[in-house]
Structure formats: C-alpha cells, structure tokens
C-alpha cells in the first residue's frame, strides 16, 4: 500500500478522521497528505521537540503548559506521552502517533467522538510498528 492509500483510506477514509499527513519520524520529509492539510516546518518541529522532551520533575512536558500548533491552529494538550501526542480546540482535535519511521498527524472534525479517532490512528500506528515503520 503506498503512504497516500495510508492517508486516503486507512485514515480518512475511516470516516474518524478529515485530514491527516504522515511524515517521517524527524518530521522533514511529507511522505503523503490530505488535500489542503498543511503542516509548517515550524510546526513539524513543535511536534518533533515535544517527544524529544521528557518533562520535567512531574513529567509534564512544555508543550502541555503551551499548547500545539497543527495546520495555522493551536489545540491544548490533552495527552503527551512518548508515542501519542492529542490535542483539543472546541470539540475538534488533533492525534499525533509517532512510530519507529513515521509521524502520523491527523485531525478529527467536531462530529467525531476522540476515542473513535484515537482508535483509528493508534490502530494504524499498530500496523506500521508491526511491519517495521
């Protein structure tokens, strides 16, 4: 399956999800994309920086005190592990799953539930761990 079928039918296509991109894991390199869903390189290194953090003496990383820009946007962290980065803005949000070569960045319109798209990404993720990305 190429990277785009990955984003049009594993991602989108689940109807969880209305944009999603995947980049490699030093969020360089755009691998595929939803059309329209665009990602700065500032942003790309918000996110990289985030999983490179390993907060502080509580374990709360800087990007949960600062929040997360995604597509010009900015969401709260929610969730800020070592693999999964989600954030919120509305009812609206953003699921962030980092594998052994990839980031999967995607975003979930306010019809959708969280867990419903969580699911999605991490279950995708899964895959791609299992076969060596």
């Given at each position: 399956?190429?990277?785009?079928?990955?984003?049009?039918?594993?991602?989108?296509g689940s109807g969880n999800l209305d944009k999603a991109a995947i980049f490699d894991c030093e969020g360089i390199n755009v691998w595929a994309s939803s059309a329209g869903f665009?990602?700065?390189p500032q942003e790309l290194d918000e996110i990289v920086n985030a999983y490179k953090d390993k907060g502080d003496?509580?374990?709360?990383?800087?990007?949960q005190s600062t929040g997360l820009h995604v597509a010009g946007e900015k969401f709260v962290?929610?969730?800020a592990e070592e693999r999964s980065l989600y954030g919120k803005k509305g009812k609206e949000g953003i699921i962030i799953v980092r594998t052994m070569q990839t980031l999967l960045v995607t975003h979930y319109p306010d019809y959708v539930q969280p867990g419903s798209a969580a699911h999605t990404?991490?279950?995708?993720?899964d895959y791609l761990i299992s076969v060596g990305y």
């Open positions: 399956m190429s990277w785009q079928a990955y984003v049009d039918q594993s991602l989108v665009t990602v700065s003496a509580s374990g709360t990383k800087k990007i962290v929610l969730k990404v991490e279950t995708v993720a």
